[in-house]
């Protein structure tokens, strides 16, 4: 079965950190741009994150940069989003994508080129 795994998330206080982990289940993500967006309660899915496959190309929402990073360890078929000084308004659904014909430069609008969606995590920073 073909399917990206998501775990991590949580609650979390004001100011602390998270380390989400989209690992991939049948397939390979060396050839996969991978996506990280987020859908707060009533509010459309946004982006948040991107890799490329190669790892040398990524691009950050203004909201997270400086405070989100993003990696990927293909030996371990894994991309990772570490989330530091988190928000309340960080609170959200977190979804992993990987897709082979999306590009990191315009991955918010190629949102529906991706293959494969993780389950999503639930992500509350709350005190």
């Known amino acids: 079965q073909l399917q990206l795994v998501q775990s991590g998330g949580g609650l979390v206080q004001p100011g602390g950190s998270l380390r989400l982990s989209c690992a991939a289940s049948?397939?390979?993500?060396?050839?996969?741009?991978i996506g990280w967006f987020r859908q707060a309660p009533g509010k459309e899915r946004a982006g948040v994150s991107c890799?490329?496959?190669?790892?040398?190309?990524?691009n950050y929402a203004d909201s997270v940069k400086g405070r989100f990073t993003i990696s990927r360890d293909n030996a371990k078929n894994t991309v990772y989003l570490q989330m530091n000084s988190l928000k309340p308004e960080d609170t959200a659904v977190y979804y992993c994508?990987?897709?082979?014909?999306?590009?990191?430069?315009?991955?918010?609008?190629?949102?529906?080129?991706?293959?494969?969606w993780g389950q999503g995590a639930q992500v509350t920073v709350s005190s």
């Open positions: 049948g397939f390979t993500l060396d050839d996969y741009t």
């Open positions: 890799i490329s496959s190669s790892g040398g190309d990524t």
């Open positions: 994508a990987a897709g082979r014909s999306v590009y990191c430069s315009g991955y918010v609008v190629l949102m529906p080129r991706f293959d494969f």
